[in-house]
């Protein structure tokens, strides 16, 4: 099963026989040297996902034996019965390890631990959803398998997006000039990565107003009480609360495009955070 030079064109479609094969056979010396190969056969696309981190501050050796756990946990947990894409399930669950060893060592804010939690389930949850639905989940198929409103969903996906476990005083990826990620920051704050699951907001953030956007940054990301928005943005505290309100059953209208009467229930819910349903069957507040 040599590789050969396939460049970043190399969909590893070549593994799915030896992958058939490991999912078949019973004897466990036989099943560990399958396993082996194909492990072998794909650590150049583990390596290609750890150097897509290695502008973080961490050792790019630690961020590559990260990658291949998670290779390992993509060969262990394919399953051929479902499909024969292996890349597709392979890229998100390795990037998931990664993503997992930043997260798991700190967050960047303080986010409430609900929301922390639900961003957990719900990254198991869009693993487990991507490979039986052969592409990534919309928020609504989470919160269907998960059992929650999709406005908690939609919180969670926001908060993955506020952790980082780099110092700025760390050195750049590789770099043999002493050069840390504070000389190759501008002024603006850009420890917020955006995530995988974030990209789906992202569209529907842009339709937001100004100020919806500026309050959504300032309750999630600055984790500022609506009190303190209240003074930040000129608005009362009420105003601020139907604000939160609207603006998460507007991320939720943009992303929901199917289910809509399975999801029906979810609007007598409060959104994660506990911000109070005032603003429900209004109009958006100016």
């Known amino acids: 099963m040599a590789s050969g030079d396939r460049g970043d064109h190399d969909d590893y479609s070549d593994v799915i026989p030896s992958l058939r094969a490991m999912h078949e056979e019973k004897d466990d010396d036989s099943r560990a040297r399958l396993r082996e190969g194909v492990i072998a056969r794909c650590l ?13 501050g961490e050792p790019i050796d ?18 051929v019965e479902r499909g024969n894409n292996f890349l597709a399930f392979a890229v998100p669950t390795v990037m998931g390890e990664v993503k997992r060893y930043f997260r798991d060592s700190t967050w960047s804010i303080r986010v409430p631990r609900r929301a922390q939690e639900a961003s957990l389930n719900i990254a198991k949850a869009s ?8 592409r990534s989940p919309r928020p609504s198929e989470i919160a269907k398998h998960l059992d929650l409103p999709v406005g908690e969903v ?6 993955r997006s506020a952790y980082t476990a780099s110092s700025i005083d760390a050195e750049a990826g590789s770099s043999t000039d002493g050069w840390t990620l504070a000389d190759t920051l501008g002024d603006e704050d850009s420890r917020l990565e955006l995530v995988e699951e974030f990209v789906t907001l992202q569209p529907a953030l842009e339709r937001l107003t100004e100020r919806e956007r500026t309050i959504l940054t300032l309750r999630f990301f600055k984790s500022m009480s609506q009190s303190e928005i209240a003074r930040e943005v000129g608005i009362s505290q009420m105003h601020v609360s139907r604000l939160l309100t609207r603006i998460l059953e507007t991320l939720r209208s943009e992303v ?3 289910d809509d009467d399975e999801d029906a229930g979810d609007d007598d819910s409060l959104p994660a955070g506990g911000e109070p349903a005032a603003a429900k069957g209004r109009g958006r507040p100016r």
């Not at 290779?71 to 262990?76: E, F, N, P, S, T």
């Open 44 to 56: 150049p696309l583990a390596d290609h996902v750890a150097r897509r981190f290695s502008e973080r």
């Open 62 to 79: 630690d961020l590559r034996q990260v990658a291949r756990i998670g290779l390992m946990h993509a060969v262990d947990r394919f399953d």
């Open 127 to 134: 693993e487990e959803l991507l490979q039986s639905l052969g």
């Open 154 to 159: 939609i919180e969670g996906m926001v908060a």
């Open 256 to 258: 929901v495009v199917e």
